[in-house]
């Protein structure tokens, strides 16, 4: 296994971070479920702004990206949701007229597992009855690449849709440890108590320069008007420990501390290891859009997910859940050979922990149109 500083970690976030594709255990197709549950909550605010989008501009063509749309049920889902939404609104507005055209690009990393979406989607169109006399066409392609680069040409897009994508940085900032360094942020994987005030800054700027870098990109891709609907994991207030996003980063921490006490792990390994995710506060988010200058800010809510019951433990759930995020990252640093070992821990540290207090991480939901 080829050690990597953090640096080159960093460096290397695009070619390797992914979901976990396929449909196994593992999954990311079957261990999205807490995703689903938090866009369905405000699916009512993602059709109401695609519908009034349509209802003020009318085009013929209507053109959305689903940026970070990963793979399995969930990406279906949405569009599904979308096409039903512009479909509703065309019909209301002239049921003699024929329906525009709807045209979906799903974005993700290169290694996305695109394949298994466009296997499915011929049945999907059948679902549909997108082949009906009088059904509004739907039209679906994939652009992969990073959302923090250009994707799309300019003018091109009216609609911009991203779930929990915008909480993973470009990057580990990389003043926590460049090359041959020493690790500054030593037993913690992300924003713990124990880490040094610096840490908490490295990741304050990288937000800062990745979200306005995002939102100038897409005011470049969508038309005058356009609109976005962005769904991502973020905190409450100005503290960066929580007990919601922070505090699961935390025992995925002890997880590996447990591991290295039994020799599994290398303490140097888990030392030059760190996430790039953040979450940002909802003041963070404003003062953001505000500087960016390219959108109105129409809405912004937060939300969280409660305890699920039934099934399996809640913390398999989570443990699952993370599992398929977050294993090409650790088997590309660690090895495979720690997966089932490390997520095993972790599922039973969770359970411990909502014995005490339940875990809710906190989401935002933004609506904003470009000036």
Known sequence: MKDLSQNQLSMDVEKIFHM????????????????????????????????????????????????????????????????????????????????????????????NDFNSIFSSLPDFYGELGRHKHNAMPLFVAAFPGSFYSRVFPHNSLHFVYSSYSLHWLSKVPSEICKEKCKPINRGC??????????????????????????????SQELISGGRMVLIFLGREGRDHIDRGSSFLWELLSRSFAILIAQGKVEEEKLDSYDVHFYAPSREEVEDEVRREG??????LETLEIGRRTG?????????????????????????????????????KLIDDELIKQD?????????????
């Open 189 to 218: 994987i992300y924003i713990c108590p124990k880490s040094p005030p610096q840490v908490i800054q490295a990741y304050v700027r990288q937000f800062q320069e990745d979200f306005p870098l995002f939102l100038r990109l897409r």
């Open 20 to 111: 976990r594709g396929g449909h196994g255990e593992t999954s990311y197709a079957r261990n999205s479920s807490l995703q689903k549950e938090a866009s369905d909550m405000v699916k009512h605010i993602t059709m109401e702004a695609i519908q009034q989008l349509y209802l003020s501009t009318s085009p013929k063509s209507l053109v959305m990206a689903d940026f970070g749309c990963s793979s399995g049920p969930n990406t279906l889902s949405t569009i599904r949701d979308l096409y039903q939404a512009v479909d509703g609104a065309s019909r209301r507005v002239n049921q003699a007229a024929a329906p525009p055209e709807l045209v979906v690009y799903l974005n993700d990393l290169p290694n």
């Open 294 to 299: 390219s959108f109105r800010l129409d809405r």
């Open 359 to 371: 875990i809710r991480p906190l989401t935002l939901v933004l609506v904003l149109t470009k000036l």
């Open 311 to 347: 099934g399996d433990s809640p913390g398999a759930a989570i443990a699952m859940a993370v599992r398929a995020i977050q294993e090409s990252m650790i088997s590309h640093h660690f090895g495979e050979g720690i997966l089932d070992s490390l997520f095993d821990t972790y599922a």
